[in-house]
C-alpha cells in the first residue's frame, strides 16, 4: 500500500513492509511476520491472496483492496475505515469502491 494510507487510517497504527523491514517477504511470509509480531489486521492490494495461500491457517483479519492508486484510495479512507471496525479474528474481506 502506498506510504500516505496511513494518514487515512485515522486512530490506526500502520506500518508498511519496507517500514519493518519485510520488503523481500513473500506473502505467506509476510502474514507469518505481520500475525507473530502483533498486528491486528493486514491490509494489501492483493488480489490474488486469497487464491495463492492458505488462508484457513490464519487468524488476523486480511483487508483486500480493490486498488494501490493513491488518487483512488485518498477519496476511500471513510469506506476503509468503516470496514476495519467490522473485522474480527479470521475474517477476509475484499473491498469493492463504487463509483
Not at 511470509?29 to 489486521?41: A, C, K
Not at 486469497?50 to 493513491?70: D, S
Request: aromatic share 8%; glycine share 10%; charged share 15%.
Amino acid at each position: 500500500m502506498p506510504r500516505p494510507v496511513e494518514k487515512l487510517l485515522i486512530g490506526h497504527a500502520c506500518s508498511t513492509a519496507q517500514q519493518m523491514g519485510w520488503g523481500g517477504a513473500q506473502n505467506g511470509d509476510l502474514l507469518r511476520l505481520v500475525q507473530t509480531h502483533g498486528f491486528e489486521v493486514f491490509v494489501t492490494s492483493d488480489q490474488n491472496l486469497g487464491y495463492q495461500q492458505n488462508l484457513a491457517v490464519r487468524t488476523i483479519p486480511l483487508l483486500v483492496l480493490p486498488t494501490n492508486h493513491w488518487p483512488i484510495l485518498k477519496t476511500k479512507g471513510d469506506s476503509i475505515l468503516e470496514i476495519l471496525k467490522t473485522l474480527s479474528a479470521g475474517d477476509y474481506v475484499e473491498m469493492i469502491f463504487e463509483s
